[in-house]
């Protein structure tokens, strides 16, 4: 799906968020151009956060 998203310029960048363990599997999947993309990696576990207390923590990667 990545892949798919960067051919079709879907994004320049990319922001992986994931706790520790799950963020390795996923880079695991990635391929060499997706990786070029990731401009930033945080290894949180944020699945409990409320959408402002997320947007607080990821206000400083994300520009939307």
Same mark, same amino acid.
Request: glycine share 20%; net charge negative; proline share 0%.
């Given at each position: 799906v990545?892949?798919?998203g960067r051919l079709?310029?879907?994004? @320049?960048r990319l922001v992986l968020v994931s706790s520790a363990p799950?963020?390795?599997r996923v880079r695991q999947h990635l391929g060499e151009q997706v990786k070029g993309k990731? @401009?930033?990696s945080i290894e949180k576990d944020y699945t409990k956060l409320s959408?402002?207390?997320l947007s607080g923590h990821l206000?400083?990667?994300l520009r939307l």
């Open positions: 990545l892949e798919a079709g310029n879907a994004f @320049s799950f963020i390795g990731v @401009s930033d959408l402002k207390d206000g400083g990667v």
